[in-house]
């Protein structure tokens, strides 16, 4: 892939960008390495400064980047105002709390002496310069939820960003840059994903971070286990929204709604499988595909749009190949299912409901990046959960219900790395965020995030 800025709502060509040489990436590496050297004696206050530096930049550059970002990947222009803000709190959140989540750990003094010790502790320190592989759907959120806390835990960063968000992923190195981060802290590499495997390779990186797919998740964590490099991958998911009968459906469909079409449906914690028990069903399905069939889809850029179009052409013939073989397969259409009428240019694609989806589809397993949900009829909780579980991925999961029992139930079986009850799956500084099964592994965010990318190490004393 070119790394260019392709508008998706024309597919106009707008900007192409040449890749950096191999020289241009050599002085990257050895700068990042350079600046870890220093920066990693740096203190939190130190850091905090920079950090708040970069977040007071990037909220008075708050309009110039989201028209950056729906220019470049079609989301809202709304959504992208609120992603960048969201970016900003978390830098100041880490900013505020970094020290106290690195601060070192002292076992009770009992539990030691054992070990012949006069005392004993924990204390985090910096890996090293750290790779990002980081996607389009969210191009500055992604980035930010790593590079914030890395950069709080005296880490550095390089970044490689998807080839279709370049503009973007400029912003990024230069905003650490403006903020006066010592040069080489974080960087962005214009190269594309061939150009992974070196870079990773390279002794100075000490590890990885990749959001994504599984397929590029697989090979940057078969690299890194070929070089015993940490990675932490959060890739696809297909989480569901159970809607059991003691919800209260009318607030359920209303922010199905939400959860399926968020950024455009190209998010990996959007609610994508609807599986609503039969007692409720009808009411649900009624007021979900009538809500679906009444969104405004159109220019990203008009306050007025709903949705916009998807990223790139790619993504929309893989969702309309989804939707087909669903529809061969018996699949029955409630609503959309195809490209909106007068739209000749850019990569719409009408929000979409389809029922009675079977293991034969290939939808049933694999994730629907667009704004298409699909809806199952079930008879009880057993069943329910059954069938949320009956994916390879394991991201987050929605619960609707009236019955604690029902929310400790499905804390209990429910195979993801977040459960919401009552509302819509959503990333917080303060929270930990991560999957399991083929949705990756490791944690982002929280005090989890920011001590993934360190070496807890142990410092013991003798007694006398």
């Given amino acids: 892939m070119p790394i260019a800025t392709v508008n998706p709502t024309t597919g106009e060509t707008l900007h192409t960008f040449t890749a950096h040489t191999p020289e241009q990436v050599e002085q990257c590496l050895a700068e990042a390495a350079a600046a870890f050297a220093h920066y990693r004696t740096t203190g939190f206050a130190e850091r905090a400064a920079l950090l708040l530096r970069a977040a007071d930049l990037l909220e008075a550059d708050n309009e110039a980047i989201a028209r950056t970002m729906t220019t470049e990947m079609g989301k809202p222009i709304a959504a992208a105002r609120a992603e960048a803000a969201k970016c900003v709190k978390a830098m100041r959140w880490y900013a505020a709390h970094a020290e106290s989540l690195l601060a070192d750990e002292h076992p009770a003094p009992g539990d030691v002496t054992d070990s012949g010790a006069a005392s004993a502790r924990v204390r985090y320190r910096p890996l090293g310069v750290v790779l990002a592989v980081m996607p389009w759907n969210f191009p500055l959120w992604q980035v930010m939820r790593f590079a914030a806390p890395a950069l709080m835990a005296g880490n550095t960063g390089l970044l490689k960003h998807a ?93 199905a709604v939400t959860a399926r079409v968020q950024n455009n449906g190209q998010s990996c914690i959007a ?51 989804l939707v087909d073989d669903a529809v061969r ?65 394991g991201l987050s999961s929605n619960v ?59 410092i013991w004393r003798a007694a006398p």
Wanted: charged share 20%; with cysteine; aromatic share 8%.
């Fill in 163 to 255: 080839s279709n968000v370049p503009g973007t992923a400029l912003y990024l190195g230069e905003l650490f840059q403006r903020a006066g981060f010592p040069r080489g802290c974080f960087q962005t590499l214009l190269i594309g994903s061939d150009g992974v495997e070196k870079v990773l390779r390279d002794p100075r990186v000490a590890a990885a971070t990749l959001t994504g797919s599984e397929p590029a998740g697989r090979a940057v964590a078969a690299v890194a286990g070929d070089e015993i490099k940490k990675t932490v991958l959060e890739l696809g998911g297909s989480d569901p929204f159970l809607v059991l009968p003691t919800a209260d459906v009318a607030r359920a469909a209303q922010t």
């Fill in 329 to 393: 397969h018996g699949a029955t259409v409630l609503c959309g299912a195809g490209r909106p009428p007068g739209r000749e240019t850019g990569w719409f694609y009408e929000p979409t409901v389809l029922a009675g989806i079977t293991d034969a589809m290939r939808i049933d397993q694999e994730e629907t990046f667009g704004p298409v949900a699909t809806l199952y009829r079930v008879d009880s909780l057993d069943e329910a959960i059954a069938r949320a579980n009956h994916t390879p991925f």
């Fill in 400 to 458: 609707w219900t009236g019955s604690d029992e029902d929310v400790e139930r499905c804390v209990r079986d429910l195979q993801a790395g977040g459960v919401f009850v009552n509302g819509m799956t959503a990333s917080h500084p303060a929270l930990p965020f991560g999957g399991v099964k083929r949705s990756g592994y490791g944690r982002e965010l929280a005090g989890h995030g920011i001590r993934e990318f360190c070496n807890a190490t142990t």
């Fill in 271 to 321: 609610a994508k499988r609807f599986i609503v028990h039969t007692d409720v069903y009808e009411e649900f399905t009624a007021a979900f595909t009538a809500a679906m069939a009444a969104l405004t889809v159109g220019d990203p850029m008009d306050e007025a749009t709903d949705v916009g179009p998807l990223a790139t052409e790619q993504g929309r013939t893989d969702l309309e190949e």
